[in-house]
């Protein structure tokens, strides 16, 4: 089977930085994607990693390690607009995404 | 702003009707995928396409169908609607190939009530 595992929610102030973590056990890899929803939204892209290493877009970073099958997201400087639920994803193969459990993200004042 | 749009955005219909969710993009992207998403839940790849005439099922068995006669164009039909199909289904589109295939676009979802 496939499996990418998240925790369900964390819990942040302003300004502080988070990170959500994501394990995955998928049948073939193609890189991670990391996915913002927030309520009653769509989805939208926030990074793609395909080799080992951190990716910085912004405030937004995401890590990738695929001997350790782990990845991450770190949010600096939070803002009260960054709550909603972030995603990863595995490309398994041509672009055929499977997406993790979903992290509810709450910033609070 | 979204390129890729889905109608109807809500739909409340009754046990054994035919609905058909629309969906078309304007970026000219080749691949368009299908998923489910219950409230608070993740997303399931349902059924996608590599471009015209192509379309596959996803990992996650579906009774619904789609075509792809024009590539803007990957619309999805339930021939006979029962409420387990009850969920919202996003239409997203990516590149064929390059650094943007990576990329999805999602839609704004179809909300799918079924009593």
């Known amino acids: 089977g496939q499996s990418l595992e998240q925790p369900s929610e964390v819990t942040a102030v302003e300004g502080a930085i988070v990170q959500i973590n994501c394990t995955y056990q998928?049948?073939?890899?193609?890189?991670l994607s990391w996915y913002q929803q927030h309520d009653g939204g769509a989805p939208t892209f926030l990074s793609y990693?395909?080799?080992?290493g951190l990716e910085e877009t912004g405030r937004f970073s995401s890590f990738l390690s695929r001997s350790d099958s782990y990845g991450y997201l770190l949010l600096q400087e939070l803002q009260m607009k960054d709550s909603a639920s972030y995603f990863c994803?595995?490309?398994?193969?041509?672009?055929?995404?499977?997406f993790g459990t979903g992290t509810r993200l709450l910033v609070s004042p | 702003e979204a390129d890729i749009y889905q109608t109807p955005r809500y739909l409340v219909i009754g046990t054994g009707k035919k609905i058909t969710l629309e969906c078309s993009q304007t970026?000219?992207?080749?691949?368009m995928y299908w998923y489910q998403q219950d409230p608070g839940m993740e997303l399931h790849l349902i059924h996608y396409?590599?471009?015209?005439?192509?379309?596959e099922k996803g990992d996650l068995s579906s009774e619904s169908t789609v075509s792809r006669i024009r590539t803007e164009h990957f619309p999805l039909t339930l021939e006979s609607a029962r409420p387990s199909h009850t969920s919202q289904y996003l239409c997203?589109?990516?590149?064929?190939?390059?650094?943007?295939?990576?990329?999805?676009?999602f839609g704004a979802g179809s909300r799918l009530t079924v009593l």
């Open positions: 997203a589109s990516s590149e064929g190939q390059g650094a943007g295939a990576n990329v999805l676009t």
């Open positions: 998928t049948s073939g890899f193609y890189g």
């Open positions: 990693n395909a080799l080992d």
């Open positions: 994803a595995v490309n398994t193969g041509f672009q055929k995404l499977v």
């Open positions: 970026m000219g992207h080749d691949k």
């Open positions: 396409s590599y471009g015209v005439n192509s379309t």
